[in-house]
């Protein structure tokens, strides 16, 4: 154990959980069941991208599906128009997205104004939901992009030739899986490191920060970038994984409020929130389908449960009987 890195050691519950998810396809190989979890875990990585922001640097910003479907539609139209492959058109996409994120976030750094940065992020992504929706002859708009091709085949040793297309639901959980535990192995260094120290302190206070001589300017556009990279990559993944896109399935602000609710539910500012949210809430919304018309009210009712018996999130239930959650004490 102590021949892990320091960050690692930190949230053995996290690395224990992402392990046991990984057995799924082990256990069962129903597709649903590694359709709705694939989904979840996809859902874990955008969140997390904006709990990188929002929970770690304290930028409230509600514009992060327009990170997600900028590098959903660029992977996508890449593949189709380009005859390139998805494995090398979802880096297109997340580059994307990082460029259009440091484009677009770094005027709005001088606004102090949390409220106004909030507004200013929720408009910019309807207008790029609005221009998807009107570039009809390019996105097809509220018709739907189809015919998005899935990942390639990859020859594997021992495996042979593993497909990742609808009927190989397994492959393609591997495949998520897979960008989940690099997603999250990433974000762990990063908070833990000097530059994720500093991007804590900014969220603490700003003036203290900026006492000490830290540039806000270079670190928020910093986790803005890398937040904006992570949202356009699991974007594109999503792409090559649903295989049709819409403005308002990738785009829509309902998005930014399932990610909302997964981040507060989970437990903001923590490593494991995302992920522990993405997957009760996914399931359980799953699970509603037998209520019928009632099913978003009871859907409502639990995370308004959630919110009451757990306000600091999933993720901080061991504070609530006096014993401090090792992971989430390490996340923050």
Same mark, same amino acid.
């Given at each position: ?122 408009? #910019? ?60 192995? #990433? ?62 399935s990738a785009l829509g602000i309902a998005l930014m409020v399932q990610m909302t609710a997964i981040t507060l539910v989970g437990g ?30 009871? #859907? ?33």
């Open positions: 154990m102590r021949l892990l890195p320091a960050w690692l050691r930190a949230s053995p519950r996290l690395w224990s959980g992402v392990a046991l998810l990984g057995l799924v396809p082990l256990i069962t190989r129903d597709a649903y069941v590694l359709q709705v979890l694939s989904l979840a875990m996809i859902w874990a990585i955008f969140a997390s991208s904006w709990n990188l922001a929002v929970g770690y640097a304290g930028l409230k910003t509600f514009g992060h599906q327009a990170f997600f479907g900028i590098g959903a539609y660029v992977s996508a139209l890449s593949a189709m128009h380009g005859g390139l492959s998805p494995w090398v058109t979802m880096w297109f996409g997340a580059v994307a997205a990082a460029v259009v994120g440091a484009l677009v976030c770094l005027p709005l750094l001088r606004i102090r104004s949390l409220p106004h940065l909030a507004i200013v992020t929720l408009a #910019f992504a309807e207008i790029v939901r609005i221009l998807c929706s009107n570039l009809v002859d390019l996105t097809r708009g509220e018709l739907g992009l189809a015919g998005i091709p899935p990942f390639t085949p990859l020859s594997v040793p021992g495996l042979g030739l593993v497909s990742f297309g609808p009927a190989d639901r397994a492959s393609t959980f591997v495949l998520i899986w897979s960008c989940l535990a690099a997603s999250l192995a #990433f974000l762990g260094w990063l908070v833990r490191s000097r530059t994720g120290l500093i991007i804590q302190a900014i969220r603490d206070s700003q003036v203290a920060a900026e006492s000490l001589g830290v540039s806000l300017t270079r670190y928020k556009l910093f986790t803005l970038t890398i937040s904006a990279f992570l949202a356009g990559a699991v974007g594109a993944v999503y792409a090559h994984f649903v295989l049709v896109l819409t403005p308002t903001i500012g923590t490593l494991q929130g995302p992920l522990i949210g993405s997957l009760v809430l996914t399931v359980s919304a799953e699970g509603l389908r037998m209520a019928g018309d009632h099913r978003m009210l009871a #859907f409502g009712v639990l995370i308004v449960l959630v919110v009451l018996f757990a306000p600091r999130g999933l993720a901080r239930l061991d504070l609530l009987f006096g014993r401090p959650s090792q992971a989430a004490g390490a996340a923050r």
